[in-house]
């Protein structure tokens, strides 16, 4: 049963911009705090952006400035606005969604930026 559903990938060359979308169950959406993660070839997964408890947002350096983390609550989904994209973008995306008790991923979405 698939609970969170991604889209929105694609190449793009280094300056463009993409938008990541990430449909959520209700059940899982309400009750979670939910966020997107990125991993390069051959690199670990690491954090892009994500909401954290109280309302904050948190970005990773490496995006602060490019990448905007957003949801729109009557549709249960998260999106992620890239902007100025570089080669260095390039990987999977993984939309997140984790509260105290369990933590689903998405099936990933391929973002190829190309110099």
């Known amino acids: 049963q698939v609970q969170l559903v991604e889209s929105g990938g694609g190449l793009v060359q280094a300056g463009g911009s993409l938008r990541l979308s990430c449909s959520a169950s209700e059940r899982i959406y309400s009750s979670s705090d939910m966020g997107w993660y990125r991993q390069a070839p051959g690199k670990q997964r690491e954090l892009a952006a994500r909401f954290i408890s109280g309302g904050r947002l948190e970005y990773s350096d490496s995006v602060k400035g490019r990448f905007t983390i957003s949801r729109d609550n009557a549709k249960n989904t998260v999106y992620l606005q890239m902007n100025n994209l570089k080669p260095e973008d390039t990987g999977v995306y993984y939309c997140?969604?984790?509260?105290?008790?369990?933590?689903?991923w998405g099936q990933g979405t391929q973002v190829t930026v190309s110099s």
């Open positions: 997140n969604a984790r509260n105290s008790l369990i933590t689903y």
